[in-house]
């Protein structure tokens, strides 16, 4: 028996080297807080970049939330895209039958487009141009894969100093399949009304399809080019009457297809307005964006362009190459069978700790070969991360993030997290992340050189955010 120590132990200590997550990352500061947990900025030491851990503290208390977390963590992993924020890691359990806390390690992103535009009044029409693209092209692999959205918004739009956005916060996106009906799926919808389509504002039609995520990429574009919301709805019926404001009546036809009977008799009922013309509603744009834009914002579902067909616009001219576009193969109904049947937190606990181990590749082939111990606990980074992040939220205070004194402005993509002062000398045009024109320039000849999609399985290699010269700016991706 002696003589086979030796190799046990060789044999644990590469198990703790591969899987000693907790001497991996050098934690820097507390970046967010809010009702999942607390975010922190980190360095990868392995790697050199910098990250952002994210505890997600009492995962199962309420299984409607456990769902959701599983159905983020599990669309991230399947929608491996350069415009889709990445899931670099999740921490492993110490204990699959135990565990409460996740700590899932994403990239760091430097501000969201909300921030952005909010601090740039300056962008250019490449800025514009290069913006779209990247978030149709997106939704064009999102909606491929029979995945909708449903909260586009500029907070959950990334965004780095190179101009490079990234689409997050999928917790309240769905998977349709072709036999569930659709209508099943969005009895939950309560995205932010600002970006809500019109038959998501009244309950318009029997089957809602990819175009509710057109109309939020609509709005969006909408705000990026004067500064501020649309249709910022103080109510549905306020949201309605914006809308019609700028696009007109809906035609009769439009209005017969409403199967809501008190929206189909408002809409009825309302009176005749004339559409304003975009050129009025948007001088300054170039003309080209200005077709593309109206196209996104038809009242209709059905006269809203796919996003393959909105990336075909002549708006994109030298920047669209189908190569760069890909699609991806639709999520299979085993990925998500959880949804169709009823559940216990056991079951989710399970499904979730499955999803951990895709992280963990070792552990993943023993755990499908039915060779996990079952009494064993894995070496984890857990005790050791909880510690520290204990520590650093008793030392930062309860109610807000902490901001060292050499951090210019913190931005966090969820309303839980209160953050949302912008330092004066981020407002003034020579401080501006984005307001050069040739960085959009820059950013757009790099994007068409190196930012392509070898298949639907893996990611092209991409060198760590680059942080502007003097400014220090975290924004996480909020999984729950």
Known sequence: MQRDHPKKDLKDMDFFTEYGDANRYKILEVIGKGSYGVVCAAIDTHTGEKVAIKKIHDVFEHISDAIRILREVKLLRLLRHPDIVEIKRIMLPPSKREFKDIFVVFELMESDLHQVIKANDDLTREHHQFFLYQMLRALKYMHTANVYHRDLKPKNILANANCKLKVCDFGLARVAFSDTPTTVFWTDYVATRWYRAPELCGSFFSKYTPAIDIWSIGCIFAEVLTGKPLFPGKSVVHQLDLITDLLGTPSPETISGVRNDKARKYLTEMRRKQPVSFMQKFPNADPLALRLLQRLLAFD?????????????????????????????????????????????????????REILEYHPQLLKDYMNGNEGTNFLYPSAIGQFRKQFAYLEENGGRSAPVIPLERKHVSLPRSTVHSNTIPPNMQQPNSTVFGNRQV???????????DTIPGNASRASRPPPRVPTGISIFVLLAVC
């Open 440 to 450: 959009a320039e820059d950013a757009s000849k790099s994007f068409r050189a190196t």
């Open 301 to 353: 579902p059905k006269d809203r362009p796919t996003a393959e067909e909105a990336l075909a616009d002549p708006y994109f001219k030298g920047l669209s190459k189908i190569e760069r576009e890909p699609a991806c193969h639709p999520i299979s109904k085993l990925e998500f069978e959880f949804e169709r049947r009823r559940v216990t937190k056991e079951d989710i606990r399970e499904l979730l700790y």
